[in-house]
């Protein structure tokens, strides 16, 4: 179960606090468990997401390959049903071909409202 920790003056897509995504797997660009963000953040991950397959062969396929660990990286590989910090880019493409990922709006940062509509997230929302 994950807990309902926030991060520091961080905010959420519904202008709350910004909520903890993922332990375990530890996700974040800082990971620290939330899709926290900066200006060092280029990608942008910030759409806290339940992966499934159909979404994990999707980035795969657009040449991003999430299910395969990469310890150098702390990247531990997901598998379907992990929650983890992606890309609001990445998050949107799936969207326009029909595989998005179910997201937690939540523990979803605000700066992903710079790339994703409110309402394609909410569309897809798991903590509606």
Excluded at 4 to 18: C, E, I, M, S
Excluded at 66 to 87: H, N
Aim: net charge negative.
């Amino acid at each position: 179960m994950i807990q309902k920790a926030t991060a520091p003056q961080q905010r959420n897509v519904l202008g709350g606090p910004l909520e903890l995504c993922s332990a375990d797997p530890l996700t974040g660009f800082f990971r620290d468990g939330c899709c926290r963000t900066d200006e060092d953040d280029t990608g942008s991950h910030t759409v806290c997401a339940r992966v499934t397959e159909e979404f994990l062969a999707f980035s795969r396929a657009v040449g991003n390959d999430l299910s395969t660990a990469r310890p150098e990286y702390g990247f531990p590989g997901l598998k379907p049903g992990d929650r983890w910090c992606l890309c609001a880019a990445r998050w949107r493409e799936a969207f326009q071909n029909g595989c998005a990922p179910e997201v937690f709006l939540g523990a979803t940062h605000e700066r992903a409202l710079d790339i994703c509509a409110l309402e394609e997230l909410q569309a897809h929302a798991a903590d509606a």
